[in-house]
């Protein structure tokens, strides 16, 4: 992965460039920014992406996969960016599902997952990576949620150590992933989630339901039980972690 990398100065979002390229691009490519002016979030959201402080990046793979297994791929990228961080910061991020690492409970990176895809194959799958390293501050509006690895640490981190490990990780879970299946991935999931086992409130586009966080499942879809016992599988939503 990464052997072809698209270096650019200023974009609106890697994530937009990504697309436009993913038909002719060879699978691992890397487009990697030093700054979005239009960085994009799940859910519609903005993704604030300051000029040198962060990590902005997207990468296209092709795996032969239906589009229903395209999720796996956001914890795969999950599992990767927590231990990359965590082997040149020297700090431990958890995650909370499906797609947050946390630090100290404040958010220092978002993961997108888009496809291009028939209705029973996958073309492109393009994994949108956005890692708060080096900012000295968060506009107030943020700073009750967000964080980066520099504030927490008390010191600056090489932003390319860190891209660099997060290619390596990738690349080694993708051919676990692609020789051995998902299993090990989710048990990595599973021990760094902070969601697991919890109370939580999960608000989805069609409502709110609260209950217990039981575990993912094999598509990486999270199983909520609710008071009355029923299991539900929540597909996306942010979720809240109850005290
Ligand atoms: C989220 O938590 O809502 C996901 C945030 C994803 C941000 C990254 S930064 C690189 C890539 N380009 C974008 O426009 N978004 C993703």
Known sequence: LGKRIVFKESVESTQKEAHQIAEEAEEGT???????????????????????????????????????????FTLITAVAVTEAIRDVA???????????????????????????ADSDQIRSIIIGIGVNVNQPEFPEELAEIATSISIEKGETVSRAKIVQAIMKKLETYYDEYTMNGFSLIKEKWESYAISIGRHIIARTVTGTIRGKALGITDEGVLKLEDENGIIHNIYSADIEIEQ
């Open 30 to 72: 890397l487009v990697i920014a030093e700054e979005q002016t239009a960085g994009r979030g799940r859910m519609a959201r903005t993704w604030k992406s300051p000029k040198y402080t962060g990590i902005w990046m997207s990468l296209i793979l092709k795996p032969e996969l239906p589009p229903f297994k395209a999720p796996q």
């Open 90 to 116: 020297g700090v431990m991020p958890s995650i909370k599902w499906p797609n947050d690492l946390l630090l100290n409970g404040k958010k220092i990176t978002g993961i997108l997952t888009e496809l291009q």
